[in-house]
């Protein structure tokens, strides 16, 4: 295979489902985020947005219910629906001069107990010093844990619903909130469980949502949209604050207040209306506000040490935002649902930086690939099908939606803001599938849609690089201008599903479910459609078309699970790849045209050599559709994403694997010169040591066999044995139970056999790695070899018997 033909890739970066809903938990350095997803908890470096570890097994059958980080850091406990609790200990950064084991695993679990309460976990929280542990129930209960000791201490009732918060007044005592917006308050001192409770409060009437301490008082938010202020000394309640929203999430705040002093006095709230608010409880007026999400924040955290919060939004988003200047630093996204297109966003020096994605969702996502946050573009009011960028502008893109609209957008990468320049409407059903002109001379979009019509949309009006009017200056007739179709043709007779556009602009392709593909001319000037032909062959309907940028072919993936090629001048088939067990959904050109990479509705990857008609690899890339194959301009690097939520990047590793089997060639002839001198110079036991080393049972066996011959030194294969180390012998047992599957080498086998048994004791041969099961896979062939032999003995002795007798009944005759 030529050397510029790419062999094989392999995934260098995985974004999946990181976060499916619950509680998340921040370090206190903030650079590590852990989130719940599903029965797994996992970690995530904030900066870099890398995945890290993992607790628990995705197989598992029970979900997380509650997480919750030890003050410490050092220990996270996990509730799950079975109501079962684990615990689980991270290793700690080691310091400059410390070793590191490279094993060493970053997590380990230290112990799990059933919780003994009657319905999950909803909340937990650690005292001060991590020593202990309260669970609150679903079951209205509260237990308190010593982890030290390892037993529960109390058992908290009384509690008329669910219990949503928790905290530690030191060791001594411990406040709840609840459901119906109780607060009770426990001495933990108390013995007698009848009076342990201090106080019952009934201050709210919503659910507790937050419980912050602070000076011997306690704060108390609920979604009453109110918060209320206690004092821990006399049990009386100090005041009640109003906060005009049902609050979610309620803790002290970082950063400033808005005359740039310390926000030490501050307290921070989010709710349904997705603004994070810093309160002055002493005036009772929110001092600093800041509109973040468009949808409601239900989880606030806070890290003192690097002055930022995180908003945890409805739809499994967690938001970075500075204490500062309360503005959004980056933003990840814990699930994107079905992935549908992808495609890259950004000039020359940012290209391929910046990943536009499309999702079963309104807004679009846009993926900064240094770190892998997140910005999300809301415009449409349904989910997002297709999105193409401008090949003559990289700034410039379109999405289709299932809103029936398309729109056309400019990433400004100085400003770093998306802008929404313009609005085609004109589809009666989904668009399906979006693409600009290559050359831009003149500059169009072509869009196809159910509605099984193929429009042409020009874009001279649009003003591309002129500086977006500033907000105060716009107004609702010219925030988006709109586009009107040139052209419009009923293409196809059902849904139309992709869309090309020939490199000289002077054509365009329609897939559609109706198992054609029709050829249009364009015509520049007036921006028309002209009818160029049409391409059958598929069996079943046809859901990929992409035109070659070196070759007049195009090339189509279909339903009836293949591949093809068709010539442009006269529509024939050229070219039929089967292969696939599934419905084709994807196909790409790479390496300047040929070869292609097919993509179908199993998961699976396919490369194909277009010269040869074969397939040089098949990889199973995802667990379900493939709906989305983006490969860069030199087919170094293949983005895919798919029914299964993930988005896949993908490196070209041809050049890597090349270099790596040549190594290995070298290596393997270096080898078996080394080996060969060894055995010409007699040095059996340092040629059987290698031959061992290398894992090469056949070398030893010729080792083995020109030890058993030497002549004048009976013990010359027990001396060597003698001299090797107890894993090398073991091997050397593994290589010889093989051997004996063969009666040519049985003798060579019961030979090595022999000699291990003799040179070394029982109780040494014990030690040596799974012995039970290498010396049980010498007896079945054993046996038999035994068997074989008697029978031989047997009739060997018949043959003297009968020679005997041959040699008597010749002197007996008479002469």
């Known amino acids: 295979m030529p050397a510029d ?85 991270i290793a700690q950064k080691p310091e400059p001069d410390e070793e590191v084991l490279p094993n060493a695993e970053a997590v380990t679990l230290e112990r799990q107990w059933k919780s003994q309460h009657r319905a999950p976990i909803m909340v937990m929280e650690f005292c001060d010093d991590a020593s202990l542990l309260a669970t609150g129930s679903a079951d209205f209960s509260i237990k308190v844990w010593n982890l030290t000791a390892q037993y529960c201490t109390h058992t908290l009732t009384g509690g008329q619903s669910v219990v949503t ?13 609840f459901a119906e917006g109780d607060v009770r308050m426990w001495d933990l001192t108390v013995k007698d469980s009848a009076k342990r409770l201090k106080v019952e409060w009934k201050a709210h009437t919503s659910h507790v949502t937050g419980l912050v301490l602070q000076n011997d008082q306690l704060i108390v938010a609920s979604r009453d949209q109110t918060a209320t202020v206690f004092d821990l000394t006399t049990l009386k309640k100090l005041k009640t604050v109003p906060l005009f929203e049902a609050v979610e999430s309620f803790d002290s705040a970082v950063g400033v207040d808005e005359a740039g002093k310390p926000a030490a006095a501050l307290f921070a ?71 549908l297109d992808v495609a890259f966003v950004g000039d020359e020096s940012e290209r391929e930086r910046c990943l536009l994605v499309a999702t079963n969702s309104p807004e679009l ?87 099984t019509t193929l429009k042409i949309w020009p874009l001279s009006g649009v003003a591309f690089g002129e500086a977006p009017k500033k907000k105060a200056e716009r107004t609702d007739s010219d925030a988006t201008e709109t586009l009107s179709a040139s052209c419009t043709v009923v293409a196809h007779s059902k849904d139309l599903t992709a869309l090309d556009v020939s490199p000289n602009d002077r054509l365009c392709a329609t897939a559609s479910l109706d198992k054609t593909v029709k050829l249009w001319h364009i015509d520049l000037e007036r921006l028309t459609f002209a009818s160029a032909g049409a391409i059958t062959g598929h069996k079943r309907g046809v859901w990929d078309v992409r035109f070659s ?6 090339a189509t993936a279909s339903g009836d699970c293949t591949v093809k090629i068709f010539a442009l001048v006269d529509r024939t088939c050229v070219k039929t790849f089967e292969g696939h067990p599934s419905a084709v959904l994807q196909v790409r050109f790479l390496s300047g045209g040929q070869q292609l990479l097919s993509a179908d509705s199993g998961g699976l990857l396919k490369l ?57 060639r070298s290596e393997r002839v270096a080898q078996e010169q080394q080996l060969a001198n060894l055995l010409e110079q007699n040095r059996f036991t340092d040629a059987l040591r290698l031959t061992l080393k290398l894992g090469r049972p056949f070398s030893a066996l010729k080792v083995v066999e020109q030890l058993v011959a030497l002549e004048g030194d009976e013990n010359a294969l027990r001396s060597s044995i003698n001299d090797l180390k107890i894993d090398q012998v073991a091997l050397l047992l593994e290589y010889a139970s093989g051997w004996n599957t063969n ?41 038999r070899h035994f068997e074989r032999l008697s029978r031989a003995k047997q009739q060997a002795t018949f043959l003297e018997y009968t020679w005997q007798r041959m040699r008597l009944s010749d002197i007996d005759s008479p002469r």
């Not at 993992?54 to 979900?63: K, M, N, Q, R």
């Not at 005036?283 to 989880?299: D, F, M, P, S």
């Not at 940028?549 to 195009?554: M, S």
């Not at 003799?758 to 030690?767: E, G, H, N, Q, R």
């Open 5 to 89: 033909l790419v062999t094989n890739f392999a995934i260098t970066r995985s974004v999946e489902a990181f976060f499916t809903g619950g509680q998340v938990q921040w370090t206190r350095d903030g650079q590590t985020l852990f989130t719940p997803c599903g029965a797994v908890v996992k970690s995530m470096n904030v900066d870099t947005g890398a995945p890290g570890f993992t607790l628990g097994s995705s197989e598992d059958s029970s979900s997380v219910t509650s997480v919750r980080l030890a003050p410490t850091d050092r220990f996270i406990v996990v509730a799950y629906s079975n109501l079962l609790i684990k615990q689980y200990t």
């Open 165 to 177: 918060r928790m905290v530690f007044y030191d060791t001594d005592a411990l406040a709840a909130g």
């Open 269 to 339: 709230s989010v709710g349904d209306e997705g603004t994070l608010k810093l309160w002055d409880l002493a005036t009772g007026r929110a001092v600093r506000t800041a509109k973040l999400v468009a949808n409601q924040v239900e989880q606030l955290l806070v890290c003192r040490e690097r002055n930022q919060y995180v908003l945890v939004t409805a739809d499994h988003n967690l938001l970075l935002v500075d204490g500062q200047s309360l503005q959004a630093v980056k933003q990840f996204v814990g699930f994107n649902d079905e992935i």
């Open 365 to 451: 996502r846009l993926y900064d690939r240094l770190d892998w946050s997140c910005k999300l573009i809301p415009g449409h009011s349904d989910s997002v099908l297709s999105i193409d960028c401008a090949p003559w502008n990289r700034q410039i893109f379109a999405s289709g939606a299932k809103d029936n609209a398309v729109i056309v957008w400019r990433n400004s990468s100085k400003k770093k803001e998306i802008e929404k320049l313009s609005k085609a409407t004109g589809h009666t059903n989904s668009v399906s599938a979006v693409k600009f002109g290559r050359l831009g001379k003149p500059k169009f979009l072509l869009t196809v849609s159910h509605d």
């Open 549 to 554: 940028d070196t070759d007049q072919v195009v």
């Open 608 to 664: 194909w050599t277009i010269r040869s008609n074969e397939c040089t690899k098949t990889i199973e890339a995802h667990d379900d559709k493939i709906w989305a194959l983006l490969p860069t301009a030199d087919s170094s690097k293949v983005i895919t994403g798919g029914s299964d939520a993930r988005l896949l990047v993908w490196d070209d590793v041809s050049e890597k694997e090349r270099l790596e089997a040549e190594k290995k």
């Open 743 to 783: 009666s040519r080498n049985a003798h060579t086998a019961q030979r090595v056999l022999f000699e291990v048994l003799s040179s070394f004791p029982p109780a040494k041969l014990m030690d040596f790695p799974n012995i039970k099961g290498l010396i049980e896979s010498f007896l079945p062939y054993t046996q």
